[in-house]
């Protein structure tokens, strides 16, 4: 199969737009790689593309489970699997969005077997580490393994102790492991990713939670506990919706809420730029800030098509070539 493109980068960089002119271009319907826009009734707190933009250009992957669902990696990479052949069976093109790095891993190689270690040396590390906090369970594979710490959430001790437990049972990152073994199936991505210098994106980060607060989040926080769900729910242990619960609850001065979701929203951009960056594969556009949403999209076009066999090819029998695909 003709490689799918797959436009990837750090939360906030621009993705959605240019992701919906490039479908508008090929006729194109988009694939979701967001780990938290699988989400229903999350909408605003994930910068979810709006109804409006769904009406634009198809969307996949958004909106399939409850937020008390633990979603893997690998339902996703199956999903997703399913998804893009059923569009490439039916002529259409898939373009895959979003910035889930193991998600994208899931995706193109498939998820790994761990190395096998045994139950008595496993039960020795896990009495260890259970007894310390997570942020410094977090700290330390920073320290050991910082390309799996930057596709973990902090608050994921269970993933955080699996990572570190292999690293002190074998004496390998868990990344290594990964690296080491030789993917049997996945989809095959021409990733093109997106990236700007940090001071505008962080002041982007910033505006786009400022943003969240004045479309609603507070709302929407509200609507989730009325329906059920808990800061004990799955989901909602993400940044934007942690802050807005303590609020509530009086642990913490609104100010400081807010302020906590954009540094929050900022360390997890950096920890996604970490594990990209890690992807030799990847082909970089680097924004400028007076680049537009088409401007944006010229660039990543140019370079999808920027292969050799297509190099030589009218642009017309470029793009039909790819829509058939």
């Not at 699997?81 to 259409?92: F, Y």
């Not at 909602?236 to 802050?243: N, P």
């Not at 030799?280 to 999808?304: G, H, L, N, P, S």
């Amino acid at each position: 199969m003709t490689p799918v493109l797959g436009l990837i980068g750090p939360t906030c960089v621009g993705k959605t737009a240019v992701g919906i002119a490039l479908a508008k271009r090929l006729d194109a319907e988009i694939v979701s790689a967001d780990s938290r826009q699988i989400y229903r009734c999350m909408d605003i707190g994930t910068a979810k593309p709006t109804p409006e933009e769904q009406q634009q250009v198809r969307h996949h992957l958004i909106d399939i489970v409850d937020p008390d669902v633990r979603f893997s990696a690998g339902a996703y990479a199956e999903y997703a699997n399913r998804v893009i052949e059923d569009l490439c069976r039916k002529g259409r093109t898939p373009i895959v969005v979003g910035g889930a790095g193991l998600y994208l891993q899931a995706l193109v190689g498939g998820l790994f077997d761990a190395p096998d270690i045994p139950q008595e040396t496993k039960s020795l590390i896990r009495a260890r580490l259970d007894i310390l906090p997570i942020d410094a369970l977090y700290e330390t594979l920073c320290g050991v393994d910082a390309a799996a710490a930057a596709r973990i959430h902090p608050n994921d001790r269970q993933r955080i102790v699996r990572a570190l437990e292999v690293y002190e049972a074998t004496g390998t990152p868990l990344t290594a492991w990964q690296q080491q073994q030789t993917a049997t199936s996945g989809v095959s991505l021409r990733l093109i990713g997106l990236d700007r210098p940090r001071p505008t994106l962080y002041a982007r980060i910033d505006a786009r939670v400022d943003d969240m607060l004045r479309d609603g989040l507070i709302e929407e926080v509200k609507r989730l506990l009325e329906r059920g769900y808990t800061a004990k729910t799955w989901a909602l242990g993400t940044f934007g919706y942690t802050e807005i619960l303590a609020w509530m609850r009086g642990e913490m001065t609104f100010d400081t809420a807010v302020e906590q979701i954009k540094r929050r929203t900022r360390r997890y951009a950096k920890r996604q730029w970490t594990w990209f960056r890690h992807r030799t594969e990847v082909v970089w556009v680097t924004v400028e800030e007076d680049d537009t949403v088409e401007e944006i999209a010229d660039k990543v076009e140019k370079i999808a098509f920027d292969t050799p066999e297509r190099r030589t090819a009218g642009h017309e029998e470029q793009t039909q070539g790819l829509q058939k695909n």
